[in-house]
């Protein structure tokens, strides 16, 4: 399928609110002078991989543990109920345009003992196959590649009370645009780089209708400004701080409604992308050139409310929203979620609000999930 390379970027940042570069040392990185959009590289990193997250308007931070939890906040996996397990997720990208780009996420995680817990994970993004030219004649043709992204990460979260728990991770992370295509139009190589995530998560019962509060806080994608010609021109990673809770409540013996709240912020310079990292992730807070207003609005909303019938069946709704100069991402989820014994499915769907398109609107994502008990090995008898 031919898509110009230009053409690609370009959609990719009007649906991600962000940008990544192929050009000869040139950046498409930095802020839009007509709407103030941040943008990083590797926007991929942000985009939600499960259809349960992907239901409830993106929250996630807080959400009661499950296999994805590596993603959403590395503290959170020790208070996975199962001892192990794994789940994949799929997610078609710009689905009503083309078929052959796609999310893929795979995740496992492993109960160490009740206090500690490991997870390996892989995000997969791939952006199809495109055709490059140096200009609009067919002599200008320079070739077709499969432009491809992913990340490897190594996860551990031990708990520290019987109510709080802390996590990190390890992430490799590997973009190639244009494989390693030089010419006068465009000159790049893979960009490399690795990151960490730091969560907190907090939870604990009540007796009022058997409820639940949860509190969590990640930074996610801290690391290494990513190059894709030369270390003069490189661009920061999508550095993030999201912060929510979540409280659930029982309504009968076989009904529970669980409430979400996130908040999120990018952690990314709002305009000198040339400062070294630490100095551009920590002054992102106040680099805003409209001020302290203007930095509020780089926040984006979660909300979404999950409702579990029996623990077997599940109804989700979401709501995401973005302020208008800072990408005007608003839109709708919904999604359900199926639980039988050890095995799970989750589906979820997104709908504009705004008028405005979105590269997974009306499309369908999912995630199947399955999770385990270890077995108790039983003594043998002894003769008496």
Do not use: C
């Amino acid at each position: 399928m031919k898509k110009l390379a230009l053409a690609l970027l370009t959609v990719l940042h009007l649906s991600l609110a962000q940008a990544q570069t192929v050009g000869s040392g040139s950046s498409l990185l930095g802020q839009d002078s007509t709407n103030h959009v941040i943008t990083t590289a590797v926007p991929f990193l942000g985009i939600t991989p499960d259809a349960r997250a992907a239901a409830l308007g993106d929250a996630g931070v807080a959400s009661s543990a499950d296999a994805n939890s590596a993603y959403w906040n590395s503290a959170k996996l020790v208070f996975v109920e199962k001892d192990f397990g794994f789940s994949a997720s799929y997610t078609p990208w710009l689905g009503k345009i083309v078929n052959d780009m796609y999310i893929f996420y795979l995740s496992g995680f492993y109960k160490i003992d009740r206090r500690q817990a490991v997870a390996f994970s892989m995000k997969y993004f791939d952006l199809g196959e495109v055709q490059f030219n140096h200009g609009p004649n067919p002599q200008d043709y320079d070739g077709r590649y499969n432009p491809r992204e992913y990340a490897f990460d190594v996860t551990y979260s031990r708990l520290l009370t019987e109510h709080i728990s802390i996590g990190g991770a390890l992430r490799y992370i590997h973009s190639n645009l244009t494989g390693y295509l030089s010419t006068a139009a465009v000159d790049a190589s893979p960009g490399n780089s690795v990151a960490v995530d730091l969560g907190f998560y907090f939870t604990k019962p009540y007796n009022w209708k058997n409820s639940n509060l949860s509190l969590g806080a990640t930074i996610t994608n801290l690391g290494g400004k990513i190059s894709y010609s030369d270390q003069n021109n490189s661009d920061f990673l999508p550095t993030n701080l999201r912060i929510g809770g979540a409280y659930k409540m029982e309504v009968g013996p076989l009904n529970t409604f669980t409430f979400l709240l996130d908040f999120n912020k990018l952690m990314v310079p709002s305009v000198n992308k040339n400062q070294p990292m630490l100095q551009g992730v920590f002054g992102s807070f106040s680099d805003a050139p409209g001020g302290f207003s203007e930095e509020m609005r780089e926040i984006t909303t979660s909300l979404g409310v999950e409702y579990w019938y029996n623990e077997t069946f599940a109804g989700r709704l979401g709501y995401f929203y973005e302020s208008k100069d800072k990408g005007n991402r608003q839109y709708l989820t919904a999604g359900v979620g199926f639980k039988v014994d050890k095995f799970g499915l989750d589906v979820a769907y997104l709908v504009p609000t705004n008028k405005r398109e979105n590269a997974l609107a009306e499309t369908l994502r999912f995630t199947a999930y399955m999770l385990f008990v270890k077995k108790v090995k039983e003594e043998a008898p002894t003769d008496q």
